[in-house]
């Protein structure tokens, strides 16, 4: 069994930082990329960051250049460094693992996602 447990969310009032974290457990042969997703009520879930195995992290254009992306997947962790937050960043953050499978010769993905942590910029 595969989770992705994040904690770091609350409340901060606009111009403020917050740091999210995620760690998965379980039995994984690897894992392709691991990275955080938000959904705000009454929108669609939306990529915010995402860090590969190796290669370039992404961010969504609304969050570049105040959130940064970090963490070790050989050790199954990845971080999220939110600063400059603004009321618009209001969401539940999933944190989000993109995993490979089987024998080396026929490899299938599966995703898996965490419960999601608030993060609520209001002052």
């Known amino acids: 069994q595969v989770q992705l447990v994040e904690s770091g969310g609350g409340l901060v009032q606009p111009g403020g930082s917050l740091r999210l974290s995620c760690e998965a457990s379980?039995?994984?042969?690897?894992?392709?990329?691991m990275g955080w997703y938000r959904q705000a009520p009454g929108k669609e879930r939306e990529l915010v960051a995402d860090?590969?195995?190796?290669?370039?992290?992404k961010y969504s254009d609304s969050v570049k250049g105040r959130f940064t992306i970090s963490g070790d997947i050989t050790k199954k962790t990845v971080h999220l460094q939110m600063n400059s937050l603004e009321p618009e960043d209001t969401a539940s953050y999933y944190c989000h693992a993109n995993t490979a499978w089987g024998p080396v010769e026929k490899t299938y993905t599966m995703e898996f996602w965490g419960e999601g942590t608030l993060v609520t910029v209001s002052s």
């Open positions: 379980g039995r994984i042969r690897s894992i392709n990329s």
């Open positions: 860090m590969p195995y190796s290669g370039t992290r």
